[in-house]
């Protein structure tokens, strides 16, 4: 059984750099698609970025540039890393699992989620 857990959010200013930590228990992390979404108060969760089992990456036009996944499968570990940071950056981060999808861009579509990292980023 998957159990993941995020870690590595706080508060930091904008143009910052913050890495995110997705730590997997149950199965090796690189047998299924990971994606990363983020929720602000009052708003619809949003897809992030994602990596597939076959190495396949995508992320949001917001994400782009900007943002990169990697897999540490030593320590079982995903890792988001984020870059030049915004202020509307700032929400709650998920890490979620899909055992069932290679690629997909939906949250309804995942199995497995953390229950997330907050990232604040100010002016």
């Known amino acids: 059984q998957v159990q993941l857990a995020e870690s590595g959010g706080g508060l930091v200013q904008a143009g910052d750099s913050l890495t995110l930590s997705c730590a997997a228990s149950g199965r090796a992390v690189d047998t299924y698609l990971v994606g990363w979404f983020r929720q602000a108060p009052g708003k619809e969760r949003e897809f992030v970025g994602l990596?597939?089992?076959?190495?396949?990456?995508i992320f949001s036009d917001a994400a782009k540039g900007r943002f990169t996944i990697y897999r540490d499968n030593a320590k079982n570990t995903v890792y988001l890393q984020m870059g030049s940071l915004k202020p509307e950056d700032t929400a709650v981060y998920y890490c979620?699992?899909?055992?069932?999808?290679?690629?997909?861009?939906?949250?309804?579509?995942?199995?497995?989620w953390g229950q997330g990292t907050q990232v604040t980023v100010s002016s």
């Open positions: 979620a699992g899909s055992s069932s999808w290679e690629t997909t861009l939906y949250a309804r579509h995942y199995d497995y």
């Open positions: 990596s597939s089992s076959a190495g396949t990456t």
